[in-house]
């Protein structure tokens, strides 16, 4: 019998009795940011990742789906399995339809394998570029990656940090795929929402074919305040990045809750409490309905979205461009 590895110090175990939200998300609204975390006995942890979570299991993360209000779950590869996929696998078979996923694979993936994934329900690959997550993110082996999977109609998930954007844009923009950029690109939120780190950000959204998922106040946040004792009105310093990405793509945007929130040491959320910051970052129905509902669905379940189509890529580009340039 193996012996289990032990939790990274420090590490901050998921929030175990949420809060029932008090805003009601619409019928279908997806969580297109979650994780499982093994459990370790039975999907133990890859010898090459950068931390040890706790255990964080398909049957746990259904339960919160139910509790939360939460219809379906795009489940993304978590860096502590590595590419061994397997246990996110696990979890989106056994949610019947109701959960994608985003693999992390190898250049090397045959095309049997990726068929399997797909036929599994797989539907993206991440691509990690955080230094405290990965060792290395070759651009080659991603670019062999990207080319491999684009006749699939997947998308590439990126992790960045904000201020590798400048150096990684031209690589993400020669991509073949429709791109998702995790957690807003990580900005830095005690620098202005209209300065020039977010506008440059802002500006590589509209020229690409790029989603944006509004997730992770929580990680981002400096002053808060958290999402715990009851505070529906948290982590405000981060609430002006999140609307005003709704604002300017209302139709590229797509919300998740990041459980079971990896690497937290500063505090844990309690989830409940993140489905209440839904409305501070999406203050009207027609915004929530799209950013919950309508873009999920249409990216990753297409065959079955009834929303407004996507309006032509060129006409999308002129006005969003026009809106960043129009920015104060
Ligand atoms: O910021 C992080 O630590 C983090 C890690 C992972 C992962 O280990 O996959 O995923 C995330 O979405 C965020």
Redesign the pocket.
Known sequence: MSTLSPKTPGWLDWYRAPSRPRFTLPPGTVDT?C?VFGPQAEFPFAPERKYTPCDGGKEDLFALRDHLGVSRNVL?????HGADNSAMVDAVRAAGGRARGVATVRPDITDRELRELHEAGVRGVRF?F?RR?VDTSPKEDLATIAARIAPLGWHVVL?FESADLPELADFFGALPTPLVI??MGRPDVTRPVDGPEFTGFLRFVAGNDVWVKVTCPE?LTVTGPAALDGERHAYTDVVPFGRRVVEEFPDRVLWGT?WPH??LKSHMPDDGLLVDHIPHVAPTAEQRRRLLVDNPMRLYWPEEATGPARPARSEEREEADEAVSSAP
Do not use: E, I
């Not at 993304?76 to 502590?80: E, G, K």
């Open positions: 940011h994780h993304v590869q978590a860096t502590c990690n955080l997550l992790y995790d957690h990680r990041d990896p690497n």
